[in-house]
C-alpha cells in the first residue's frame, strides 16, 4: 500500500496553461536578475536551471529574446504549493494563485538586457 501525500504537500504537479494563467519561460540567468527587479511582485519557480514567471491568461506574449511564451496547449510541471526550496521544481516568488504583472516583467526583462553585455546574451 502507497503512503498517501497530504494536500500541499506535492513535490510537483502537472498543469495547463492557457486557462487560469499563461506562462513566460527563461534562463536562470536573464531571469533571476529580472526577480531581483520584481521583487514581491512575482510569482515566479525554478524548474530544472530555468525560471518560469505566471503571467495573467493572454498576457499576448512580446517578453522578448531568450523568452518562451506559453499558453493554451501548454502543460508545466509546478511546484506544490509548500515547495519553497530545492532541489527540484520549487517556488521562489507567489504560488500559483498570484500572477506576475505583464507590464512590470516586460520592464526588468528590458532593463536586464541593456545591463547585459551583447556578448552574454
Known amino acids: 500500500m502507497r503512503p498517501e501525500i497530504p494536500p500541499g504537500r506535492m513535490r510537483w504537479e502537472m498543469r495547463p496553461a492557457g486557462r487560469d494563467w499563461d506562462a513566460v519561460r ?20 525554478y524548474d530544472d536551471g530555468d525560471l518560469v514567471f505566471l503571467v495573467p491568461y493572454d498576457s499576448g506574449g512580446g517578453f522578448g529574446a ?4 506559453l499558453s493554451i496547449g501548454a502543460w508545466l510541471f509546478m511546484p506544490g504549493p509548500q515547495r519553497r526550496e530545492g532541489p ?18 516586460r520592464a526588468a526583462l528590458n532593463a536586464v538586457r541593456q545591463q547585459t553585455p551583447e556578448a552574454e546574451r
Do not use: F
Open 26 to 45: 527563461m534562463a536562470a540567468t536573464l531571469g533571476r536578475p529580472a526577480l531581483a527587479q520584481l521583487g514581491d511582485t512575482a510569482a515566479v519557480y
Open 66 to 69: 531568450g523568452t518562451k511564451y
Open 88 to 105: 527540484g521544481v520549487h517556488w521562489l516568488s507567489g504560488n500559483d494563485h498570484t500572477r506576475t504583472p505583464p507590464e512590470a516583467l
